[in-house]
């Protein structure tokens, strides 16, 4: 049974860098063929895909600003990191690290993500 579970960054400083690392167990990242990835809902608003690192090591990003956005991974740990540098209190939500057979498309749920974190709340402070 895969299971993933996020680190806990809680409180960040505006302007500062926030990281958070999804650590896997039950399985490996380099498993073909999953995207291992990101997703955040903010307080009030709908689920946003941040990026995903697939099986190869291959970075997507989402929507937003790609800028700002750091994804890697420790094949040797079994984890993946998101980094999202200059964050404002606009990058306050729940983070999620999840298990997908695809991209995240347009108007994705969270439920069609069997295999992910119990979300991780982060909040930027000003």
């Known amino acids: 049974q895969v299971q993933l579970q996020e680190s806990d960054p809680g409180l960040v400083k505006d302007s500062q860098t926030l990281s958070v690392t999804c650590t896997v167990s039950?399985?490996?990242?380099?498993?073909?063929?999953?995207?291992w990835t990101w997703i955040r809902q903010p307080p009030g608003k709908g689920l946003e895909w941040v990026g995903s690192?697939?099986?190869?090591?291959?970075?997507y990003y989402g929507p937003g600003d790609k800028s700002r956005t750091s994804i890697s991974r420790d094949i040797f740990k079994n984890q993946f990191t998101l980094q999202l540098s200059s964050v404002t209190p606009e990058d306050t939500a729940v983070y999620y690290c999840?298990?997908?057979?695809?991209?995240?498309?347009?108007?994705?749920?969270?439920?069609?993500?069997?295999?992910r974190g119990q979300g991780t709340q982060v909040t930027v402070s000003s």
């Open positions: 999840a298990r997908g057979e695809l991209l995240p498309s347009r108007g994705f749920t969270i439920d069609e993500y069997a295999y």
């Open positions: 039950g399985g490996s990242i380099t498993t073909s063929p999953y995207y």
């Open positions: 690192i697939d099986w190869r090591g291959s970075i």
